[in-house]
């Protein structure tokens, strides 16, 4: 069966996620996964009167036309996660060294 079945390990995980977690309604899997390396993220919220909340709610409001109005932004959070940082790295160094420059 292409989709798997409960207590079987599942092989369409590509370096530790499988998409068909995701797309559980078009192309599921119901194989045993391990848990995600997000699933322990915690978040702290930004102050929006600081520079770096300035930053992100600038940007944000001039992404784009939006088609009813203006909207307003009511809080911004700032993920942690230790494991998830290291693979952040771990892909910048990778593309690092496969482009010859820094992303």
């Known amino acids: 069966d292409a989709h798997g079945s409960q207590g079987q390990r599942c092989p369409r995980s590509i370096a530790g996620y499988c998409r068909g977690r995701n797309l559980r309604f078009v192309d599921p899997c119901w194989c045993d996964h391990r848990e995600l390396p997000t699933a322990s993220?915690?978040?702290?919220?930004?102050?929006?009167?600081?520079?770096?909340?300035?930053e992100i709610c600038s940007?944000?409001?001039?992404?784009g036309p939006f088609?009813?109005?203006?909207?307003?932004?009511?809080?911004v959070r700032a993920i942690h996660n230790k494991i998830l940082a290291?693979?952040?790295e771990h892909f910048r160094a990778?593309?690092?060294?496969?482009?010859?420059?820094?992303p």
Do not use: W
């Open 41 to 54: 993220a915690t978040y702290r919220e930004i102050d929006l009167g600081s520079a770096k909340g300035d």
């Open 86 to 88: 290291r693979q952040h």
């Open 94 to 102: 990778y593309l690092t060294e496969k482009n010859g420059e820094a």
């Open 67 to 75: 088609h009813d109005g203006c909207p307003t932004v009511l809080a």
């Open 59 to 63: 940007a944000f409001l001039k992404s």
